[in-house]
């Protein structure tokens, strides 16, 4: 499995658009990039994942660059809501595996 | 509203008690995930099935941890017998496996082993 790293923590204020980076430089041809949101008592919550250029929903973009050896998690105009400690996942689709492994993560604090 | 059960939400029990925590996936999942969570230590998976068939549970202690799938609706996490260092609170999380990596998290057992 693809090791990821991660800043331990970011600050933002409300109305930013926040970036976080992931980087897993032995990422696997078959490996896609998912990222997940853990809120305090609760468990993680899916939020996006891609395999490369450019995936965009109603909550978040992931930008990967064309060597995918890192990835980075786009949040805009965050709110106080969206402190939470955020995890980047990397891992095999196509295989039988499919299993997911959590880093330590990326504690993402918003203020007024 | 789909959604993963956990049972029970608390539990704090004596050191060398029997411990069992329950699990109830999104109907139709196929993949089904456990997971301990500690300060310490982070989210830490300990076993995770396919079609009720263990795929890997090689981060789950032997001697004293068993995961089971007695049926497509029930994944269990037994601890026997229990000791300090288990507390922790245990996610159980759904997928529908191969392909996809969403997985669906239940709100978690918070367990205390005094």
């Known amino acids: 499995l693809a090791k990821t790293t991660q800043p331990i923590s970011m600050d933002s204020y409300e109305g930013q658009e926040v970036n976080i980076t992931c980087s897993h430089n032995?990422?696997?041809?078959?490996?896609?990039i998912t990222w997940y949101q853990q809120f305090p008592s609760q468990g993680p919550r899916f939020i996006i994942q891609?395999?490369?250029t450019k995936v965009t929903n109603e909550v978040a973009s992931l930008f990967i660059p064309a060597d995918r050896k890192s990835s980075t998690l786009s949040l805009p105009r965050v709110s106080l809501s969206d402190t939470a400690v955020y995890y980047c996942?990397?891992?095999?689709?196509?295989?039988?595996?499919?299993?997911?492994?959590f880093g330590t993560g990326t504690q993402l604090k918003v203020e007024l | 509203d789909a959604r993963v059960t956990q049972t029970p939400r608390h539990k704090v029990t004596e050191m060398g008690q029997e411990v069992t925590m329950r699990c109830q996936p999104i109907?139709?999942?196929?993949?089904v995930f456990w997971y301990r969570q500690t300060m310490m230590q982070g989210l830490e998976l300990l076993a995770y099935f396919r079609n009720r068939a263990p795929l890997d549970d090689s981060g789950m202690p032997k001697d004293r941890f068993s995961a089971e799938m007695p049926d497509a609706t029930l994944a269990t996490l037994k601890i026997q017998p229990s000791e300090p260092r288990d507390s922790a609170v245990y996610f159980c999380a759904s997928g529908l496996g191969q392909g996809n990596t969403e997985a669906f998290f239940g709100q978690g057992t918070r367990l205390t082993v005094v």
């Open positions: 032995n990422i696997a041809t078959n490996d896609y």
């Open positions: 891609g395999y490369k």
């Open positions: 109907l139709g999942h196929n993949t």
């Open positions: 996942l990397v891992g095999d689709m196509a295989g039988g595996g499919n299993k997911l492994t």
